[in-house]
């Protein structure tokens, strides 16, 4: 089976679309839930087991309205940047797995400018959340829509890396 995230052979991927140039889509900070286009009841989630280190994995899981699948998005000084806190336990951020070569998103207690997201549009409401540092897009690993799979940072590709950021709160 052909892992939808990387390019077919000999075929470069999609380039990076005009609005995805850095250039960020204005939210309004609240609580969110975080849909994948590629299956709309499939959200972004944390684990609710951490490691060694203290750090969750981010995965794509069915909804099942429990904390660990609901983020707060706050604007960074007024800015088109955003920190995504996970809701069952808001000193754990939206972050890159720092193991070098491992692109897997995880939930920790990171303030560092790797948890520091764009928001960008992707058309017909949905959008992309680009990483501020490295460049990478949030994107599901293989296309997969299984409960599980991992979340990680890629180049851009397409359709793994669309979300549908539904507010059903206030900070």
Do not use: C
Request: no cysteine.
């Amino acid at each position: 089976m052909q892992d939808k995230t990387t390019p077919d052979e000999g075929k470069a991927p999609e380039q990076a679309p005009d609005n995805a140039s850095g250039l960020g889509t204005k939210i309004p900070a609240g609580v969110y839930q975080i849909y994948t286009a590629l299956a709309i009841a499939k959200i972004i989630n944390m684990s609710p087991t951490a490691n060694e280190n203290g750090e969750h994995n981010v995965r794509l899981y069915q909804n099942n309205n429990e904390p660990e699948s609901i983020w707060e998005i706050r604007s960074i000084g007024g800015l088109e940047l955003y920190t995504f806190r996970n809701r069952k336990d808001s000193s754990l951020l939206l972050t890159k797995d720092k193991r070098e070569n491992n692109t897997n998103l995880i939930a920790a207690n990171d303030p560092s400018t790797m948890s520091n997201w764009d928001i960008e549009d992707a058309g017909d409401g949905f959008v992309y959340i680009r990483n501020y540092v490295n460049r990478y897009f949030v994107s599901v690993a293989g296309g997969s829509t299984a409960d599980g799979t991992n979340m990680i940072l890629y180049p851009f590709y397409g359709e793994n890396m669309k979300f549908l950021l539904i507010k059903i709160g206030e900070l």
